[in-house]
């Protein structure tokens, strides 16, 4: 977390995922990237980005990914 100014806030977090899909099971990571503005006491998404590092199935792996 970053305070940016009065009611202004920056995240950034990893994620990981795993998932079972009908030919194949899949996983991959990467990270989300936030930015929080507080106005009335409610803090609201302004903006949302996710950046998807990896995504692959278990058969050719991450290095291919």
């Known amino acids: 977390m970053t305070r940016r100014g009065p009611g202004d806030v920056r995240a950034e977090a990893y994620f990981l995922f795993v998932a079972r899909m009908p030919a194949a099971s899949t996983l991959g990571w990467g990270r989300y990237h936030a930015d929080v503005r507080v106005e009335e006491g409610e803090a609201r ?4 980005r996710m950046d998807l590092d990896v995504a692959t199935d278990l058969a050719t792996g991450w290095p291919a990914g």
């Not at 998404?45 to 949302?48: G, P, V």
Request: no cysteine; hydrophobic share 75%.
């Open 45 to 48: 998404f302004a903006r949302l």
